[in-house]
């Protein structure tokens, strides 16, 4: 079992900058990708941006370019780093991690970006 827990949403102005982080916990041998996607309202969850191993990232085109996920394995917490946010980019973001092929999730950190 593997468990996420996400923290640094908030509110921010269009322009700004927040850090997302999510501490990962419990079996993390084995581990294939992490990464972080979101669900704005009345929409499908889609990827934002992922880290596999090497430490080869992917990110949505929509993000490329502002975001910038990361890894820190001594404290094995992966972390999203959005700048020239969008309020567009208004969303619950949530974490995962797919190991063995299954898909943990954390609960979701709500980012809202407006003025």
């Known amino acids: 079992q593997v468990q996420l827990v996400e923290s640094g949403g908030g509110l921010v102005q269009p322009g700004g900058s927040l850090r997302l982080s999510c501490a990962v916990s419990g079996s993390l041998f084995s581990i294939d990708a992490m990464g972080w996607y979101r669900q704005a309202p009345g929409k499908e969850r889609e990827l934002v941006a992922v880290i596999m191993g090497g430490g080869i990232t992917s990110y949505a085109d929509s993000v490329k370019g502002r975001f910038t996920i990361s890894r820190e394995n001594a404290k094995n917490t992966v972390y999203l780093q959005m700048n020239t946010l969008k309020p567009e980019d208004t969303a619950v973001y949530y974490c995962?991690?797919?190991?063995?092929?299954?898909?943990?999730w954390g609960k979701g950190t709500l980012v809202t970006v407006s003025s």
């Open positions: 995962n991690v797919f190991r063995l092929s299954v898909n943990y």
